[in-house]
């Protein structure tokens, strides 16, 4: 599986940006989805995953009640909507996909397939 991110950009503190993520294969409706970041000098963290249905989404708590992850199957697409951006929230964003099972949702060792990343900038 081939994944694609793209939407990132510079906002202001408290502003929005939408992520998205396109897949190259028919089988992503198949792959749980997540959505990963890194920030200058820190690991990578687990941001927020949804399973392969859509049926149930998982947050890290400092996103909890900002962020949400959707997908369309359909459009072999998923997306991250983020909210009121923090000065903490800039890293670079990646998305990534795993097979529903046999591996944890929310470490990055878990995930078989990675974008490219897109960086996301929200000043203080």
């Known amino acids: 599986v081939q994944l694609q991110a793209c939407g990132g950009g510079l906002v202001q503190a408290g502003g929005s940006l939408r992520l998205s993520c396109a897949a190259s294969?028919?089988?992503?409706?198949?792959?749980?989805m997540g959505w990963f970041r890194q920030a200058p000098g820190k690991e990578r963290e687990f941001v927020a995953a949804?399973?392969?249905?859509?049926?149930?989404?998982y947050y890290a708590d400092f996103v909890k009640g900002r962020f949400t992850i959707s997908r369309d199957n359909a459009k072999n697409t998923v997306s991250l909507q983020m909210n009121s951006l923090k000065a903490d929230d800039t890293a670079v964003y990646y998305c990534?996909?795993?097979?529903?099972?046999?591996?944890?949702?929310?470490?990055?060792?878990?995930?078989?397939?990675w974008g490219q990343g897109t960086l996301v900038t929200s000043p203080a």
């Open positions: 949804i399973t392969w249905t859509g049926g149930s989404t």
């Open positions: 294969e028919r089988t992503f409706s198949m792959y749980t």
């Open positions: 990534a996909a795993k097979p529903p099972y046999g591996s944890s949702s929310f470490t990055a060792s878990g995930y078989d397939y």
